[in-house]
């Protein structure tokens, strides 16, 4: 399937470097805002097609899938363009279906795209959904500073809130997300 990632900063990079390991994917366009950014010098230099012309790099090619790497604020704009596209939202946007693979995955590819919600209710939910009677869920996760790009961080606030939401949407429990910088 080829696909496109929208976003060349460290999320992206990551997914970029995931894709091309990848049997059943091929990117074929990387695109971003930044013509200095770190994630398109790397792509460049892999022979990736990149673009700098951010959401409009990523209309010129005829990808199957499209992944939104960028911030909730540019992924609500993106969705407006990329409307025709099935986008695989990794922001805390949530405006599209929430999917947890091992949770839901069927019931949540009927639509034009889908949102992962956050890294940590990928990581949790699936373990929450099997604790009965759960009624309050703190979770806590910690990321190195060096990780912590800039979109990262204009999406902190977002990120703890959507988090929280979404597993008490999946499993009912009053819910709290915290998140820790390490430097």
Do not use: H, W
């Not at 049997?23 to 230099?45: D, H, T, V």
């Not at 959904?129 to 790009?149: C, H």
């Amino acid at each position: 399937m080829q696909c496109a990632i929208l976003g060349t900063g460290n999320i992206g990079t990551d997914l970029l470097v995931k894709v091309m390991r990848s049997k059943y994917l091929e990117c074929i366009m990387f695109s971003g805002q930044r013509e200095n950014s770190p994630g398109i010098a790397f792509a460049k230099n892999l022979k990736i097609p990149t673009s700098t012309k951010s959401t409009e790099g990523i209309l010129e090619v005829e990808a199957d899938c499209v992944f939104d790497c960028t911030t909730a604020e540019s992924a609500k704009k993106n969705a407006r363009l990329l409307k025709n596209r099935f986008v695989i939202d990794l922001t805390p946007l949530k405006e599209l279906p929430i999917c947890v693979p091992s949770v839901n995955l069927k019931s949540s590819l009927k639509g034009k795209g889908v949102s992962l919600g956050s890294c940590t209710v990928q990581a949790v939910l699936p373990k929450l959904m099997k604790i009965k009677n759960l009624e309050y869920v703190e979770v806590v996760t910690t990321i190195a500073s060096d990780s912590a790009g800039m979109g990262t961080r204009e999406n902190l606030s977002e990120y703890l809130i959507t988090t929280a939401k979404i597993i008490t949407q999946f499993t009912g429990a009053k819910a709290k997300a915290i998140l820790v910088i390490n430097p």
